[in-house]
Nanobody, 117 residues
């Protein structure tokens, strides 16, 4: 398993914005997942090499996933952050356009995001 390297500011006030970054190998699909304490990991957003994207309903219109292929870097722009977005966030790379973690082989180490009221 090849670990991906994540970075980004991990805390923000409600209504604010932050951006997560992840260095990824060239992959067919890349995604961001998050995990709440005591819960299963859930897909947040996915993007393929053609730029097609999909989002989990609670983040639609607030989060934007993008990729800079020249830099092999995946981004997650989080706008209008809410306290319920507080979770551990992971980047992932794989072959399927999916929000199911079983479809991904490569994972970042995780970065804690905290949204305060």
């Amino acid at each position: 398993q090849v670990p991906l390297v994540e970075s980004g500011r991990g805390s923000v006030q409600a209504g604010g914005s932050l951006r997560l970054s992840c260095v990824v190998p060239s992959s067919r699909c890349m995604a961001w997942f998050r995990q709440f304490p005591g819960s299963e990991r859930e897909g947040v957003a996915v993007i393929d090499r053609g730029g097609r994207t999909a989002y989990r309903d609670p983040v639609k219109g607030r989060f934007t996933i993008s990729v800079d292929n020249a830099k092999n870097t995946l981004y997650l722009e989080m706008n209008n952050a809410r306290p319920e977005d507080t979770a551990m966030y992971y980047c992932a790379a794989g072959r399927e356009f999916s929000l199911w973690d079983g479809d991904y082989s490569y994972w970042g180490q995780g970065i804690q995001v905290t949204v305060s009221r």
